[in-house]
């Protein structure tokens, strides 16, 4: 998200009777008795780095991805963040090819499904070919993500705001509603959007981002608020 969708998010997700603590850090647990539990052992309360306490329940820590290349490492694989391969998924060993989580490709682990999927189609037909045949190559999918929240419509695709002067937002919100939806265009293609209370137009959104189309043409009515155009990508 950025920073105005977040925004709209905490709000709506307040309106569901979820508070959303920001720039926070956990630093410790502590246990507590409860009824049924004599003993303690439950969490009742998480402090944070800057000394606030919050009661807690039930404590989730999502931690990101951290590849494990502990089989690639002793196999001597170039390692940098996950394991190194080029567009055919092949490593520095010309016979073993990677995909999924554990690879680093052009500086990223992106950790999707869609993203493993693709790559290992490429894997799998270069481990199947012989040395140097195969002509599959990854190319860089753009991500989808969704929120599964009930009663929260939100889709993040791609580049989620402007990077350089060939980018170009078009933003557009409804306050009361905390409706939201935000393309980023670089040379008349979408490179990324945020849709928030948009579901019917967000496979619309994903196929043209993902197929690289050109709406250079569509700019204009994108800009008055007319989204119609990406209806029929669905």
Not at 130 to 151: D, F, S
Not at 219 to 233: R, V
């Amino acid at each position: 998200m950025d920073a105005r969708g977040g925004e709209h998010l905490r709000a709506t997700l307040a309106e569901m009777g979820i508070d959303i603590v920001t720039e926070a850090e956990s630093a410790a647990l502590q246990r507590c008795a409860s009824e049924g539990d004599a003993s303690g052992e439950r969490v009742g309360q998480v402090t944070l780095r800057d000394g606030r306490t919050l009661p807690c329940d039930l404590f989730i820590t999502c931690a990101g991805i951290r590849s494990n290349v502990e089989l690639a490492q002793a196999a001597g694989l170039q390692i940098k963040n996950g394991v190194l391969v080029d567009a055919q998924m092949r490593t520095n060993d010309p016979h073993i090819f990677a995909a999924g989580d554990v690879v680093e490709f052009n500086d990223k682990i992106l950790g999707l499904w869609a993203v493993a999927v693709s790559q290992a189609e490429v894997a799998a037909a270069g481990a199947v070919s012989p040395a140097g045949a195969a002509e599959e190559r990854y190319t860089e999918i753009v991500p989808v993500t969704m929120l599964k929240v009930v009663g929260v419509d939100l889709t993040s695709i791609g580049q989620i705001r402007a990077q350089s002067n060939d980018d170009c937002e078009i933003a557009q919100e409804e306050a009361v509603t905390h409706r939201y939806r935000k393309l980023v265009v670089n040379n008349g293609k979408v490179v990324g959007a945020i849709l928030m209370g948009y579901p019917e137009e967000a496979p619309g959104v994903a196929a043209v981002a993902k197929q690289k189309l050109d709406i250079a043409r569509h700019l204009p009515a994108l800009q008055a608020g007319d989204w119609s155009c990406f209806q029929d990508q669905i």
